[in-house]
């Protein structure tokens, strides 16, 4: 039973997406916490870019912002940020659409935040590889250097370090005092609160790029058949939303057994998989939500929670089939 069970895993990290058209008129898409921002389609440069809005999920529509023109947007844990077309870096509250913009008076070309808090910044000066790679204190507006690695896009990783793409489309990984040259080319990168970076690759496909992920067993990308994106965003559950270069968003598509968790990666010399009736959260630390990780064993029959040695992580492409319960 066991081998099957390893059979079928395998199958089902092989197997291909299928997507969904999601959104249109998106240039630009960034998600967190339930929360989900935008750019449009039109672009002024001369006004610094596109205008942003926020998805409301009440009356599922997009609302404009009052101000503000950008090339790309971040979430952070409390925070909106934007950059234009001029390098010029605004910030303010995430999820209010009433608030006016905050200037910290920096030019930069990449903003993004972690998990843990961090704030990664490309600044505008430039060095071999692009610009400078920082750490931004948004509340003080100081900037803290991280020498070794000049970059264009920044990626902040949980555990408080960061992989880039830089100007030759190079991939570096930060362990903490060094940057490592990883395998792969790519024009953006972005990463989930499970840790795995997602790519823009350098390869030329229908809809902008190939669009891969992180295989850490393997140590190479993977690539998500049947898209091709210029941008991705990903979810609270680590599903990618694709941007193409027509301004459409399309995600995964859940329409079988097949499709659940699809592109898991599972380390099967840790993993044991078992299928199990489970009816409540009675066990869980979180009743409500069944979905904090802790020491103790919870689950989620909704969104795929699990621990893994101690870490949280949150598994992706699609909601988990009830009754099936993954143990470590």
């Known amino acids: 039973?066991?081998?099957?069970?390893?059979?079928?895993?395998?199958?089902?990290?092989?197997?291909?997406?299928?997507?969904?058209?999601?959104?249109?008129?998106?240039?630009?898409?960034?998600?967190?916490?339930?929360?989900?921002w935008k750019l449009g389609d039109y672009t002024d440069n001369t006004m610094g870019g596109r205008r942003p809005y926020l998805w409301d999920e009440a009356i599922q529509q997009w609302k404009l912002e009052p101000s503000g023109w950008g090339t790309s947007l971040s979430i952070g844990q409390n925070l909106l940020f934007i950059v234009n077309y001029f390098s010029r870096v605004y910030q303010r509250p995430r999820s209010d659409s009433t608030s006016g913009w905050t200037?910290?008076?920096?030019?930069?070309?990449?903003?993004?935040?972690?998990?843990?808090?961090?704030?990664?910044?490309?600044?505008?000066?430039?060095i071999t590889g692009g610009f400078g790679i920082n750490k931004y204190n948004p509340n003080t507006f100081a900037l803290t250097l991280v020498n070794g690695a000049g970059a264009v896009k920044v990626a902040p990783t949980p555990d408080g370090n960061a992989w880039i793409v830089n100007n030759a489309d190079q991939i570096l990984r930060y362990d903490g005092t060094n940057w490592n040259l990883m395998p792969g080319s790519a024009k953006e990168i972005i990463i989930g609160e499970d840790g795995i970076p997602f790519i823009v690759s350098s390869t030329v496909t229908d809809g902008g790029f190939e669009i891969k992920k992180w295989n850490q067993s393997a140590t190479q990308w993977d690539t998500l058949e049947g898209i091709g994106g210029i941008s991705l965003a990903l979810d609270d559950r680590n599903n990618p939303h694709i941007v193409t270069s027509n301004f459409s968003v399309y995600r995964p598509k859940i329409s079988s057994l097949l499709n659940f968790c699809s592109s898991?990666?599972?380390?099967?010399?840790?993993?044991?998989?078992?299928?199990?009736?489970?009816?409540?959260?009675?066990?869980?630390?979180?009743?409500?939500?069944?979905?904090?990780?802790?020491?103790?064993?919870?689950?989620?029959?909704?969104?795929?929670?699990?621990?893994?040695?101690?870490?949280?992580?949150?598994?992706?492409?699609?909601?988990?089939?009830?009754?099936?319960?993954?143990?470590?």
């Open 103 to 126: 200037s910290p008076l920096l030019l930069g070309n990449d903003v993004k935040t972690g998990f843990n808090g961090d704030v990664w910044f490309i600044d505008n000066t430039p």
């Open 1 to 36: 039973m066991f081998v099957l069970l390893i059979l079928f895993s395998f199958f089902m990290a092989l197997k291909s997406l299928e997507w969904e058209l999601f959104q249109t008129g998106v240039s630009f898409l960034t998600i967190r916490s339930n929360i989900m």
């Open 264 to 328: 898991y990666l599972i380390d099967l010399s840790k993993l044991l998989i078992l299928l199990v009736c489970h009816s409540d959260c009675a066990n869980c630390p979180d009743p409500d939500t069944c979905t904090k990780c802790h020491e103790t064993t919870c689950f989620s029959d909704t969104t795929c929670m699990r621990c893994y040695n101690g870490t949280y992580a949150s598994q992706v492409a699609g909601s988990c089939l009830r009754n099936l319960i993954f143990l470590i």
